[in-house]
């Protein structure tokens, strides 16, 4: 299994952008995807999570200005941000839990990351 992101790139302070990420190989199921970041400096933190049957939860400082959204057939999850500030500059990471198989328990995978940079 493998999760490749994509859509990161330098965006000036109020724009906008839209992250993707596809999970391919042999997958059953897929519990959960979301994107996770890490800023300069900082720990890996959650960003936003999409659960099958669940709310999404959001970080507090991401909380209306990004929404999280699944295409389930496609196996993939995109990041829509918007009005972005300095502080959401980081690496961002896409992360999925999922069945290979209707006989595996949930595994956890991460994508790559991609770098986000607000600037002016």
């Known amino acids: 299994v493998q999760l490749q992101a994509s859509g990161g790139g330098l965006v000036r302070p109020g724009g906008s952008l839209r992250l993707s990420c596809t999970a391919s190989?042999?997958?059953?199921?897929?519990?959960?995807m979301g994107w996770y970041r890490q800023r300069p400096g900082g720990q890996r933190e959650p960003v936003a999570i999409e659960t099958s049957g669940r709310p999404t939860t959001y970080s507090d400082s991401v909380k209306g200005r990004f929404t999280v959204s699944r295409d389930n057939a496609k196996n993939m999850v995109y990041l829509q941000m918007s009005s972005l500030n300095p502080d959401d500059t980081a690496v961002y990471y896409c992360y999925a839990v999922l069945q290979k198989t209707a006989q595996d328990p949930n595994y956890a995978y991460w994508g790559q990351g991609t770098l986000v940079t607000v600037s002016s």
């Open positions: 190989g042999n997958i059953f199921k897929i519990d959960l």
